[in-house]
């Protein structure tokens, strides 16, 4: 059974940083072509791709909105997907979610996900 675990979030100043990780069982990341995604969700607003890594070549994908402060990175040793993000600001305040599926293009929106984590809350303070 895929299981994918999301932890990190917290509350942090504007301008601080966080890292959020995805645990992955189920599967290896090392075997097979997935690609792993971040999504979050801030209240009242839809879902939103914002990264995405192929876990076979390192091929990532950023939303306009993250990219340059954002940074997705994939540990395939340890099947964990990291999201380091930088220069936080209010407006990334959110749930943030991780994705994956096998055999998908590393992009949120060129395919449908089939396995999700829990959302963990990333809150930044103005």
């Known amino acids: 059974e895929v299981q994918l675990q999301a932890s990190g979030g917290g509350l942090v100043q504007a301008g601080g940083s966080l890292r959020l990780s995805c645990a992955a069982s189920?599967?290896?990341?090392?075997?097979?072509?997935?690609?792993m995604c971040w999504f979050r969700q801030a209240p009242g607003k839809e879902r939103e791709g914002i990264s995405c890594?192929?876990?076979?070549?390192?091929?990532?994908y950023y939303a306009d909105s993250v990219q340059g402060r954002f940074t997705v990175l994939s540990d395939n040793s340890k099947n964990m997907v990291y999201l380091q993000m930088n220069s936080l600001k209010f407006k990334d305040t959110a749930v943030y979610y991780c994705a994956g599926d096998r055999g998908l293009q590393p992009h949120p929106l060129l395919g449908v996900y089939r396995y999700w984590g829990q959302g963990t809350q990333v809150t930044v303070s103005s």
């Open positions: 189920g599967f290896t990341f090392h075997d097979l072509d997935y690609s």
């Open positions: 890594i192929y876990t076979q070549d390192g091929r990532s």
